[in-house]
């Protein structure tokens, strides 16, 4: 998929706090912890100065933002169509926002959301086939 020279990483840990069981391992090797974060669900990271721009997403495992990210990837590489219709919003959304990154954000919003709804349709006839429990087996 198009997308802007950025490499976005999703990190599971067992849980956010204490944020130092992580933070330490990951500036150790380069990446910079921003604490003024406004999305609570994660813990955000970013690349030192003069490294390619890394957007690093720290997600307790299990939590509902790191299933939403995990489908919406997922669902993105199953779905040519979606694909390509989120990536030429983006170039839309970059072309009437380019120094606003906020509005640039705020504006993707409708087009997740309807993503996201395909995505959990999608996700319904490609996982539940492949579910086995105890009380289904023969």
């Known amino acids: 998929m198009d997308a802007k020279p950025i490499i976005d990483i999703q990190i599971s ?5 204490p944020v130092e069981t992580y933070r ?11 604490p003024d974060n406004p999305d609570l669900t994660k813990r955000y990271f970013r690349e030192s100065p003069g490294n390619k721009r890394t957007h690093i997403h720290v997600r307790e495992h299990g939590s509902w933002s790191e299933q939403f990210a995990l489908l919406f990837r997922d669902y993105l590489r199953a779905s040519a169509e979606d694909r390509k219709r989120y990536a030429n919003e983006k170039y839309r959304l970059m072309g009437l926002f380019r120094n606003e990154r906020h509005l640039y954000v705020e504006n993707k919003e409708p087009i997740i959301w309807d993503i996201m709804r395909r995505a959990s349709i999608w996700s319904q006839h490609v996982m539940l086939p492949n579910v086995k429990t105890r009380f289904f087996e023969k």
Not at 13 to 17: F, G, R, T, Y
């Open 13 to 17: 840990v067992p849980s956010l706090e």
């Open 24 to 34: 330490s391992k990951l500036e150790k090797i380069g990446y910079v912890f921003r």
